[in-house]
Nanobody, 125 residues
Framework: QLQAYGGGLVQTGGSLRLSCAAS????????MGWFRQAPGKERAFVAA????????GVADSVKGRFTISRDNAKNTVYLQMNSLKLEDTAVYYC????????????????????WGQGTQVTVSS
């Protein structure tokens, strides 16, 4: 089970940190990712991290502004979002799958077995 939280309303240029807590026996052995979906658009890749935290990837649209990290002791993955823009407004979803994939694979929505409920991020001017 995945529980995403930390969304909210923020002005352009501001920051938010999203968290995704995983529960279950193998929650630390999961590759994880963040995706987002804006109204009328398809769900899109934002960032991913392998189970060990050794490899990460972020979408070009957020590179240099968003950072993904994880704390396996807390079974939690984070998405630090800085310099937020209006176009970052979306529902953000965390996703997970059993470990073993490359970062390239983790950019695909089809790669994941588990999804969180989503958390709304709204950036205002």
């Amino acid at each position: 089970q995945l529980q995403a939280y930390g969304g909210g309303l923020v002005q352009t240029g501001g920051s938010l940190r999203l968290s995704c807590a995983a529960s279950g026996r193998t929650s630390s052995l999961l590759d994880m990712g963040w995706f987002r979906q804006a109204p009328g658009k398809e769900r899109a890749f934002v960032a991913a991290i392998t189970w060990s935290g050794g490899r990460t990837g972020v979408a070009d649209s957020v590179k240099g502004r968003f950072t993904i990290s994880r704390d396996n002791a807390k079974n939690t993955v984070y998405l630090q979002m800085n310099s937020l823009k209006l176009e970052d407004t979306a529902v953000y979803y965390c996703a997970a799958k059993p470990y073993g994939s490359s970062v390239d694979v983790l950019q695909r929505t089809s790669a994941y077995d588990y999804w969180g409920q989503g958390t709304q991020v709204t950036v205002s001017s």
